[in-house]
Nanobody, 116 residues
Framework: QVQLVESGGGLVQPGGTLRLSCAASGFTFSTYAMYWYRQPPGKERELVARISSAGSSTNYANSVKGRFTISRDNAKSTVYLRMNSLKPEDTAVYYC?????????WGQGTQVTVSS
């Protein structure tokens, strides 16, 4: 059974830093690319970052490039999203995601609120 469990969200002031984690189980983590998405209030879910199975390749949405870093630890079956220089517009529920055999799996999400 595939499970993705996000953690690390919370309330942070503008300019602050958070690190999100997504613990995966139920599949061979090291052989799949992983993704972080977010859904701001009242908006559609959007892709934030992607990391290849070995971690050698990453891609970012233009809105977070230079501020966010995606990484993974295949020994721990965990993917991370470090978010620096946070802005109010980064406020959203953040989800990790994996595509397995043409089926998308999502975690329950973790809330990130950037506010003074």
């Amino acid at each position: 059974q595939v499970q993705l469990v996000e953690s690390g969200g919370g309330l942070v002031q503008p300019g602050g830093t958070l690190r999100l984690s997504c613990a995966a189980s139920g599949f061979t983590f090291s052989t799949y690319a992983m993704y972080w998405y977010r859904q701001p209030p009242g908006k559609e879910r959007e892709l934030v970052a992607r990391i290849s199975s070995a971690g050698s390749s990453t891609n970012y949405a233009n809105s977070v490039k230079g501020r966010f870093t995606i990484s993974r630890d295949n020994a721990k079956s965990t993917v991370y999203l470090r978010m620096n220089s946070l802005k109010p517009e980064d406020t959203a529920v953040y989800y990790c995601n994996v595509l397995l055999r043409a089926e998308l799996y999502w975690g329950q999400g973790t809330q990130v609120t950037v506010s003074s």
